[in-house]
């Protein structure tokens, strides 16, 4: 799936409430500030962070003007990607080109279409996003989450149907038409709110109508809590709808929050049930969200901690285990100051080899966090000077978890829909490489084309037993609708809407979300 080189898409509804400017106005080929899922404040957009979105603002207006292009036009080629990537490089002080940058960027990468182009196509990947979401517009009707504002109007019954916000259509665009995703996992919250189970088995019938092939998968949301909350009324996502999840509407794992009712993986009361029913149902594979603390959830930085593991995993043999995010703390939210994955790295290396082999660590949102962060938080590489921050800080991500882990057990998620389309992320990936100077001084392995291919898709196929004549080919899928309506529009990169979802700064999270935090 490759671009025609000037190939400029659909400009798209310029009404909604994306935090990125509509795409007439957008001014950066993807955000240049971490974005928020909602689950965690954030802190506001940095000097540096502003400096960037200024360099790549006006490096891409003087070659859209030399390619006798819109802005809009230039912002979705791929060429557009790569000056984004360049100026992160620049601002932070990086390598542009060598075995030392994290992301080499050509300066041919920036100023020829095709070039761009065949950079980021050359290498095809079969991609499997185990994090994505989007939002039931139906379950905000008298639910505790009508606060939720997404529209410029939250009260219009229009904005259901508004491909800008974050329904089914606008999760199908962003995701299986402008985007190299060839299977995502659908996720939702414990309460089943603001996306219930049975829409997203809804939604994944969809795709997988329209595609011809799996290009959808669910998860089975349970809350093992004993107690209703007010989060969850009903119980609708209780260990007793397990059964309905998973045999009726077909969800192939658990994803769990340990932040709703602040319970434990080692919990023999509260878990153990839960894994129990998984096991009895044939499911072998426990996702639960670790790390970024949840701010709605009073407790919660303690509950997201991942020393609850160890027990868990041992006792549970024939159960994998998977952290959403890692276990990725910002600088600062760590009850301890075990800020970024250094926790998570300390416990899966006390645990013992045979038991580290069932855990997994998701890198949904951590990934793009650390791409665009100005520091890093402590990332457990024995640095003595500040910390490292943007492609730097990403590559001792990577690099920490490719040391600890191994590449068959780190899975691709990207937290998208909140981040607009992944394709820019998925773009980061292919590029990175971890620098020789970092594996020469902490030990880190080189990020290879087979070990993006684990980490891309490889292992999440096997986790989701996702059917083997796709996993085989791993330069696409079987020809179906949504590939051929991506090819028509010119590529992955040719028709994005180029915008975000989630908040940038505190002041956007208020007004989106609704929080009262005093």
Same mark, same amino acid.
Request: proline residues 6%; neutral net charge; charged residues 20%.
């Given at each position: 799936?490759?671009?025609?080189?000037?190939?400029?898409?659909?400009?798209?509804?310029?009404? #909604?409430?994306?935090?990125?400017?509509?795409?007439?106005? @957008?001014?950066?080929?993807?955000?240049?500030?971490?974005?928020?899922?909602?689950?965690? $404040?954030?802190?506001?957009?940095?000097?540096?962070?502003?400096? $960037?979105?200024?360099?790549?603002?006006?490096?891409? !207006?003087?070659?859209?003007? *030399?390619?006798?292009?819109?802005?809009?036009?230039?912002?979705?080629?791929?060429?557009?990607?790569?000056?984004?990537?360049?100026?992160?490089?620049?601002?932070?002080?990086?390598?542009?080109? +060598?075995?030392?940058? /994290?992301?080499? /960027?050509?300066?041919?990468?920036?100023?020829?279409?095709?070039?761009?182009?065949?950079?980021?196509?050359?290498?095809?990947?079969?991609? /499997?996003?185990?994090?994505?979401?989007?939002?039931?517009?139906?379950?905000?009707?008298?639910?505790?989450?009508?606060?939720?504002?997404?529209?410029?109007?939250?009260?219009?019954?229009?904005?259901?149907?508004?491909?800008?916000?974050?329904?089914?259509? &606008?999760?199908?665009?962003?995701?299986?038409? !402008?985007?190299?995703?060839?299977?995502?996992?659908?996720?939702?919250?414990?309460?089943?709110?603001?996306?219930?189970?049975?829409?997203?088995?809804?939604?994944?019938?969809? $795709?997988?109508?329209?595609?011809?092939?799996?290009?959808?998968?669910?998860?089975?949301?349970? !809350?093992?809590?004993?107690?209703?909350?007010?989060?969850?009324?009903?119980?609708?996502?209780?260990?007793?709808?397990?059964?309905?999840? $998973?045999?009726?509407?077909?969800?192939?794992?658990?994803?769990?929050?340990?932040?709703?009712?602040?319970?434990?993986? %080692? %919990?023999?009361?509260?878990?153990?049930?839960?894994?129990?029913?998984?096991?009895?149902?044939?499911?072998?594979?426990? &996702?639960?969200?670790?790390?970024?603390? @949840?701010?709605?959830?009073?407790?919660?930085?303690?509950?997201?901690?991942?020393?609850?593991?160890?027990?868990?995993?041992?006792?549970?043999?024939?159960?994998?285990?998977?952290?959403?995010?890692?276990?990725?703390?910002?600088?600062?939210?760590?009850?301890?100051?075990?800020?970024?994955?250094?926790?998570?790295?300390?416990?899966?290396?006390?645990?013992?080899?045979? %038991?580290?082999?069932?855990?997994?660590?998701?890198?949904?949102?951590?990934?793009?966090?650390?791409?665009?962060?100005?520091?890093?938080?402590?990332?457990?590489?024995?640095?003595?000077?500040?910390?490292?921050?943007?492609?730097?800080?990403?590559?001792?991500?990577?690099?920490?978890?490719?040391?600890?882990?191994?590449? *068959?057990?780190?899975?691709? +998620?990207?937290?998208?829909?909140?981040? #607009?389309?992944?394709?820019?992320?998925?773009?980061?990936?292919?590029?990175?490489?971890?620098?020789?100077?970092?594996?020469?001084?902490? #030990?880190?392995?080189?990020?290879?084309?087979?070990?993006?291919?684990?980490?891309? +898709?490889?292992?999440?196929?096997?986790?989701?037993?996702?059917?083997?004549?796709?996993?085989?080919?791993?330069?696409?899928?079987?020809?179906?609708?949504?590939?051929?309506?991506?090819?028509?529009? #010119?590529?992955?990169?040719?028709?994005?809407?180029?915008?975000?979802?989630?908040?940038?700064?505190?002041?956007?999270?208020?007004?989106?979300?609704?929080?009262?935090?005093?």
């Amino acid at each position: 799936m490759t671009r025609k080189s000037g190939s400029s898409g659909s400009n798209g509804p310029k009404r #909604g409430s994306g935090n990125d400017p509509g795409p007439n106005d @957008a001014r950066t080929p993807f955000p240049t500030s971490p974005i928020s899922n909602g689950e965690w $404040v954030p802190e506001g957009i940095t000097r540096k962070q502003k400096l $960037v979105s200024k360099l790549i603002t006006e490096e891409v !207006d003087v070659q859209a003007r *030399r390619h006798a292009m819109t802005r809009a036009q230039f912002l979705r080629t791929a060429a557009a990607t790569m000056i984004g990537f360049s100026v992160l490089n620049r601002v932070h002080g990086l390598d542009s080109w +060598g075995d030392n940058a /994290v992301l080499p /960027v050509s300066r041919t990468d920036c100023e020829d279409l095709d070039a761009a182009s065949e950079r980021l196509s050359t290498k095809p990947y079969f991609i /499997v996003d185990v994090q994505s979401h989007f939002v039931d517009w139906n379950e905000f009707e008298n639910s505790a989450y009508c606060f939720l504002r997404f529209c410029n109007e939250p009260n219009d019954p229009a904005c259901a149907d508004d491909i800008s916000v974050l329904g089914q259509a &606008n999760f199908i665009k962003e995701m299986f038409t !402008d985007s190299e995703t060839h299977v995502g996992v659908i996720s939702g919250l414990p309460s089943g709110v603001p996306l219930g189970s049975e829409t997203a088995a809804a939604t994944r019938d969809l $795709v997988n109508s329209l595609a011809g092939s799996e290009r959808c998968l669910i998860q089975a949301m349970i !809350d093992p809590s004993p107690t209703p909350s007010i989060a969850n009324p009903n119980f609708r996502t209780g260990i007793d709808s397990m059964e309905t999840q $998973v045999r009726d509407l077909g969800g192939r794992a658990i994803k769990c929050y340990t932040y709703n009712g602040n319970w434990r993986l %080692d %919990d023999e009361t509260v878990a153990y049930p839960m894994f129990a029913e998984a096991q009895r149902l044939g499911l072998r594979l426990i &996702n639960v969200h670790k790390g970024l603390p @949840a701010v709605f959830a009073q407790g919660s930085a303690e509950a997201v901690r991942v020393t609850d593991f160890p027990k868990a995993v041992r006792d549970w043999p024939r159960l994998r285990f998977c952290a959403y995010h890692s276990g990725y703390f910002n600088p600062g939210s760590h009850p301890t100051g075990k800020d970024g994955i250094s926790e998570f790295v300390e416990v899966m290396e006390s645990m013992p080899r045979r %038991d580290r082999r069932r855990c997994y660590a998701e890198i949904g949102s951590t990934f793009a966090i650390t791409l665009l962060t100005d520091g890093g938080g402590s990332l457990a590489c024995g640095n003595s000077g500040p910390p490292p921050c943007g492609p730097l800080s990403t590559a001792h991500l990577i690099g920490q978890l490719l040391k600890t882990m191994g590449s *068959r057990n780190i899975l691709w +998620g990207t937290d998208s829909i909140w981040w #607009g389309s992944p394709q820019w992320l998925i773009d980061a990936f292919k590029c990175m490489q971890i620098p020789a100077s970092l594996q020469e001084q902490f #030990g880190y392995p080189e990020l290879t084309e087979k070990r993006k291919r684990d980490i891309l +898709g490889r292992n999440a196929s096997k986790l989701y037993r996702i059917k083997s004549r796709t996993r085989r080919n791993l330069c696409s899928i079987p020809p179906d609708a949504l590939a051929e309506v991506q090819e028509a529009r #010119g590529g992955a990169h040719a028709s994005r809407s180029l915008r975000s979802y989630g908040a940038r700064t505190r002041r956007e999270f208020l007004s989106q979300f609704g929080w009262s935090y005093g």
